[in-house]
């Protein structure tokens, strides 16, 4: 059995892990990800040092917006955790310096492989706290009892509660289904790997894929519509996609590129926030819903 594993510097388990937002953790396992990942094939046994990341691809692998991406990069940059280059080869370590350039090239910096003395001595220290196993044992032990009890209690509830709480849930799916849909564009964005897996067959030519995108879009769009159907039927979603449209792809290269397709979906807030925003299938930001 072939695992595939990425060299993850000791730093990031022992010093970063608890102290990184999550926004900024995922960006850090993303940049490593891309550069230690990966062998520089023009060395052949080095890993490769540096890559270029749109701010779309790390907005796709990281599941979070783009202005948490942005603040985790600020906040990486200024914790000297990770470096920011340009095309040239600048160090561009400030918001000022990196706005307006066409791409940014991202490496893990040298202080995430420092050995952090200070950090490895607080964490003994904290390890010499904690419980013993006995004490944690009969800790458990009284939550169990107590979780027991609960139980029994509930099924014990006399007949007049379960008739009240029959009402109750009678009167929530009432209330839930006066709300009040509406109609959001969100914006759906699929690698271009991936794809080429829904619309091509094995022995097309990739290069169709791009043809199909310039040309006949709609050819595209019907096969993505119905990959989107199957996530939302699967995760028992109410949410409608009412129209599926093909806007730009960032990239052209089939490794990196992205491609943005602007979706119509319908629903009430609630069903639509489970789909849409950050971390979600499609990218919406609700601050801008008035």
């Not at 990184?20 to 891309?34: G, P, S």
């Not at 839930?176 to 271009?192: C, F, G, V, W």
Request: include cysteine; charge should be positive; aromatic fraction near 8%.
């Amino acid at each position: 059995m072939n695992i595939k594993t990425i060299p993850v510097p000791n730093a990031v388990f022992d010093t970063y892990l608890k102290e990184l937002k999550i926004a900024e953790l995922k960006v850090l396992l993303i940049i490593i990800r891309q550069t230690l990942g990966w062998k520089d094939l023009s060395t052949e046994s080095k890993r490769k040092e540096i890559d270029w990341l749109s701010n779309n691809f790390l907005a796709l692998k990281t599941g979070c917006s783009k202005r948490a991406i942005n603040d985790a990069i600020q906040s990486l940059v200024k914790n000297k955790i990770i470096d920011v280059l340009s095309k040239s080869g600048e160090l561009l370590d400030t918001s000022e310096k990196r706005k307006g350039q066409q791409k940014l090239f991202f490496r893990p910096a040298n202080a995430i492989f420092a050995f952090v003395e200070n950090k490895c001595k607080s964490c003994e220290k904290d390890c010499k706290t904690h419980e013993t196993y006995a004490e944690f044992a009969e800790d458990l032990r009284k939550k169990r009892q107590e979780l027991a009890q609960n139980m029994r209690y509930t099924r014990e509830i006399p007949l007049q509660d379960k008739l009240l709480q029959k009402i109750i849930i009678n009167n929530k799916m009432k209330n839930k289904s006066k709300e009040r849909k509406i109609t959001i564009d969100a914006m759906y964005i699929i690698p271009l790997e991936e794809l080429l897996m829904h619309v091509l067959v094995s022995d097309e030519d990739n290069s169709l894929l791009l043809e199909y995108l310039r040309n006949q879009p709609l050819i595209v769009e019907t096969k993505i519509k119905k990959v989107i159907k199957r996530i939302l039927r699967f995760q028992e979603s109410n949410v409608k996609l009412r129209e599926l449209k093909f806007a730009y792809n960032d990239s052209d290269n089939f490794t990196h590129g992205i491609s943005h397709f602007n979706a119509k979906l319908k629903g009430t807030r609630k069903e639509l926030r489970k789909v849409a925003g950050e971390n979600k299938i499609f990218m919406f930001d609700w601050e801008d819903l008035q």
